[in-house]
């Protein structure tokens, strides 16, 4: 689970408006709302990517799809490991019966 959130979704949303809306320097809204400037900063990012503003930076669909992908790897990855394991342990169980 992971750790509570400090601001109010709602306060870095109206936050992010703001720094959209009025072209205003994120570090003065964010100093207007009381909020460290790196967390608007972070939100603002977020919005620009879902919005097709940042296209050097992942969609939330995109964030999914590679957190899934890992996750497949990770697993295929520690499939492999098992097979290679059970591929010499039946080649040296074979080797061991067969007459010399």
């Given at each position: 689970?992971?750790?509570?959130r400090k601001y109010q979704p709602e306060l870095l949303e109206r936050g992010t408006r703001a720094v959209?809306?009025?072209?205003?320097?994120?570090?003065q809204v964010a100093r207007d709302l009381g909020v460290p400037p790196e967390t608007l900063r972070r939100h603002v990012r977020l919005w620009e990517a879902e919005h097709g503003l940042r296209p050097d930076l992942p969609t939330a669909a995109e964030r999914e799809e590679i957190k899934q992908l890992r996750k497949e790897?990770?697993?295929?990855?520690?499939?492999?490991?098992?097979?290679k394991a059970a591929s010499v342990f039946f080649a040296t169980e074979l080797d061991a019966d067969r007459p010399k």
């Open positions: 689970m992971g750790r509570p959209i809306e009025s072209g205003r320097p994120i570090a790897i990770y697993e295929l990855r520690r499939a492999n490991e098992i097979l």
